[in-house]
Structures are given as structure tokens and as C-alpha cells.
């Protein structure tokens, strides 16, 4: 681990244990307050946003298709959403070789109890369903190729990625020792890194209403395109991660993150790149 890894690890430490403690200075950078979250504002301002609730479920449903006959509960979780007053408590992480770092199972578990706790605490006014968003058009193969088992014991994989790790067909190039693991047997070769990611999350999370999406869609891409416009017209995320900088240095944390000018990716099956000043037109 290189020592700017190390760096970056600490300081992500320590800004999560001011978190935790809830650290009163931190409030300029929070969006709610935590622990007590005040979960009727918080559902109040999800109401204002646009949803085509229909076109969202009918992706979902077409995403999952090859669960729902197995799993009933996962199909209820989906159509849940088409009414207005479901809403839904997301979690993801990247598509992990045998579900990556410990913590993907964790998040995942996570989200599962806190929409059935937020469910409870509605009684009945609202209901809660658990999704995970598969990062699928992340392009760091590197992140998602390998896997400790055991105490700097690192198995690798050795195929060839181009583009959004997602959507990578599974090659042969498995070191022999992770066929004796008991989840390698879904990831298939010909099936693409996100399919076999996904059906071995399904597997362990079966029954618990955990929806599955990925963004690598071109109806959920379609549904989104107004946020697109507005970031190449206006320049949101520039905007946002200016502020950003501005509250962490005031609350004395280093930004992790910095700017670019247009905060979108080119993303094709061979590339997943920023595009050049050339490629975009702002008005």
C-alpha cells in the first residue's frame, strides 16, 4: 500500500469517527443531521423531486427479470415503487470480484435494516425499500479485480478490461485457487462482470426486498438527462465542489476531491474518459 493510500485512509478515519460522534463542527458539510435524522423533512424533500415512477419500475423489473420468478419478495420491492408513497433507501458500492471488500456485505445489510426500521417507523404512512446501486460504469478494473482472502493474500485476475468494468465479458484467467472458493462459480466465463456480481449478490440477499440497479441503462440514462443538460449549462458539480472545498477547510479536513470543469464521462464499451474542452458546448 502506497503512502498516499495511507494518507487517504487516515484522513477518511478520522473525518468518519468526527462523524460518528457527531462532531457539532461538522454540520456546515452535513446535508442532514445524524444520528437523529429528521426523517419527515427528509421525505418531505423527496416529494418535490420528479420521479417517472412507471418508466423507473418497468427498467427495475426488466434489470431483475431473471430473480423474480425465485424471489417474490424482490418483485414486490420493485413494484412498491410504483406508488407514491414508497420510497427508497439507497446504498452501492463497485462490482467486486466474489462481492470485493468486506463492506459491499455490510452496506448491503445495512440498507436492508434500515428501510424495514424506517418502515416501522412510518406505521403505514409510508413504505421503505432497500436498493443497491451497482457502480458498473466505474473503469478502475484494478479496484474490482482482485480479492484478499486471508492476511496479505491477495488473489488477482487477469483478463482484460476496456471500458466500464460492468459491462467486461468474464474471461478465463481465474488463478486455479479461487475455484475452491465457494462464490468464483458465478463468475462464468461469457457472462459480463456485472451480471456475475449481481446474481451472486442476489444469491446471498435473496428474500430480503433488496432491489439491484445499475445506471449502465439506457432508459434510467434517458430518465436522468435532464440532470446532464444541467450540468453542462450550469455547471453544478463545479459549483458544489467549490463549496465543498470551502466547508472542509473551514472545518479543518484536506478536499479528497477536486473539480474539473465539466464532471461527466465519454462512455463507451472500449473507453471511459473525460471529454475534452472541444466535445462539449456550454450556453
Not at 136 to 163: C, K, M, N, P, T
Amino acid at each position: 500500500m502506497s503512502s498516499s493510500t495511507v494518507g487517504k485512509i487516515a484522513v477518511v478515519n478520522r473525518l468518519w469517527a468526527r462523524y460518528v460522534a457527531a462532531d457539532p463542527t461538522l454540520a456546515p458539510i452535513l446535508r442532514w443531521p445524524w444520528p437523529d435524522v429528521p426523517w419527515e423533512a427528509v421525505i418531505q424533500a423527496k416529494k418535490a423531486f420528479p420521479v417517472d415512477r412507471q418508466a423507473l419500475v418497468s427498467a427495475l423489473l426488466r434489470q431483475n427479470a431473471s430473480f423474480l420468478a425465485e424471489d417474490p419478495v424482490l418483485r414486490a420491492s420493485i413494484e412498491a415503487l410504483g406508488r407514491s408513497e414508497t420510497f427508497s433507501v439507497v446504498t452501492g458500492q463497485q462490482v467486486g470480484w466474489l462481492t470485493g471488500p468486506l463492506y459491499t456485505l455490510i452496506k448491503a445489510v445495512h440498507v436492508v435494516q434500515l428501510a424495514r426500521q424506517l418502515t416501522s417507523w412510518s406505521q403505514g404512512r409510508y413504505a421503505f425499500v432497500p436498493v443497491f446501486w451497482l457502480a458498473s460504469e466505474d473503469h478502475d478494473a484494478h479496484e474490482v479485480s482482485s480479492v484478499e482472502i486471508g492476511w496479505g493474500h491477495r488473489l488477482s485476475y487477469g483478463g482484460y478490461f476496456q471500458g466500464p468494468v460492468g459491462r467486461h465479458r468474464i474471461e478465463k484467467a481465474f488463478p486455479e485457487e479461487a475455484y475452491t472458493l465457494p462464490l468464483q462459480s458465478f463468475w462464468r466465463v461469457g457472462e459480463t462482470w456485472e451480471g456475475a456480481f449481481r446474481a451472486c449478490m442476489q444469491d446471498l440477499f435473496r428474500g430480503t426486498g433488496l432491489i439491484w440497479v445499475s445506471g449502465d441503462d439506457p432508459v434510467l440514462k434517458r430518465l436522468a438527462a435532464p440532470l446532464w443538460i444541467q450540468e453542462i449549462q450550469e455547471l453544478r458539480a463545479r459549483s458544489a465542489h467549490t463549496l465543498s472545498l470551502s466547508l472542509f477547510r473551514a472545518i479543518g479536513e484536506k478536499p479528497r476531491l477536486y473539480p474539473r470543469a465539466i464532471n461527466l464521462f465519454w462512455l463507451g464499451d472500449r473507453e471511459r474518459r473525460y471529454p475534452t474542452e472541444g466535445e462539449y458546448r456550454l450556453s
